[in-house]
């Protein structure tokens, strides 16, 4: 039985003092949740204030992005092991909006991925396609080479630590989400590509977020699919009551 997962990115958006905020009512919404993982992947520079506020509480505290190397002169990069100093568990890594705004190609994503893996820190691997992809019939073609690309190199043992995000481009804050079935056949793609390269148990093991305009109001037809284990969730992470609606939905 896979456990629910649900994270909120929440992008370039709070400072300090309204993060730290927004955990505190987190912290007291989600207190009694049982059985759902809870995190939030803040902006780098607010990390280490909330990695504080969430300590000792249910929620767990991911990064947005990370460099390769793990110290040097990279100017303006944040490593991994800076990421797990000061307390992270999860990193979003190949976030469709560092593929096509920053241009991340899928290997410096691996490299990424496989770095967070050597530093022990858990790979939030996001894939999804355009919508001219999908239009012109390229979506299993365009995941597919997405989810490959990114494990490379990556073990059946360390597949236990990766978290795959299937977030369509199209539904990514733009109001428009995937229907439940549109999203549950690319979540089975997913599972099936990973069953064949490593195996059935880790392809059933393996937990896969949907991403892209998740509310409260359409989390729980999502949810309750049968290969869809939990929401990457960006706009609705930024207040309490919709984030943690979201989260009694995964309990449900
Ligand atoms: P929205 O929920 O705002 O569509 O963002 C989804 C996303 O990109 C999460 O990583």
Same mark, same amino acid.
Request: hydrophobic fraction near 40%.
């Given at each position: ?65 990370m ?46 991925? #496989? @770095?967070?893996?050597?530093? &022990? %820190?858990?790979? +939030? ?9 999908? =239009? !012109? ?7 597919g ?51 064949e390269t ?19 109001? #359409? @989390?729980?037809?999502?949810? &309750? %699919?049968?290969? +869809?284990?939990?929401a ?6 930024? =207040? !309490? ?7 009694m939905?995964?309990?449900?």
């Open positions: 039985m896979r456990k629910p997962f649900i994270a909120g990115n929440w992008k370039m958006n709070m400072l300090v003092d309204t993060g730290k905020g927004l955990v505190a009512q987190l912290k007291d919404r989600v207190r009694d949740v049982k059985g759902v993982e809870i995190a939030i992947c803040p902006p780098a520079v607010l990390l280490p204030a909330i990695c504080e506020e969430a300590k000792g509480s249910n929620i767990r505290v991911g990064a947005q992005n460099y390769h190397e793990n110290s040097g002169a990279f100017t303006g990069e944040v490593s991994g092991a800076m990421l797990k100093s000061i307390g992270c568990t999860y990193v979003i890594l190949g976030h469709s909006e560092r593929r096509h705004i920053f241009g991340e190609p899928d290997g410096l994503i691996n490299a990424k991925v #496989n @770095a967070a893996l050597a530093i &022990g %820190l858990k790979p +939030i691997l996001c894939v999804g396609e355009k919508l001219e992809q999908r =239009e !012109a019939g390229r979506t299993e073609d365009v995941v080479l997405q989810v490959v690309a990114g494990l490379y190199g990556v073990t059946a043992q360390q597949m236990e630590d990766v978290v795959i995000a299937y977030e369509p481009v199209w539904a990514i804050g733009t109001g428009k989400t995937a229907t439940p079935s549109q999203a549950e056949e690319v979540h089975q793609l997913i599972r099936g590509l990973v069953t490593y195996g059935e148990e880790v392809g059933q093991s393996l937990r896969i977020q949907y991403g892209g305009s998740v509310k409260p109001d #359409n @989390a729980r037809g999502l949810l &309750g %699919l049968a290969d +869809i284990d939990g990457l969730v960006g706009g609705a992470s930024l =207040e !309490a009551e919709p984030f943690s609606k979201i989260v939905a995964a309990v449900e």
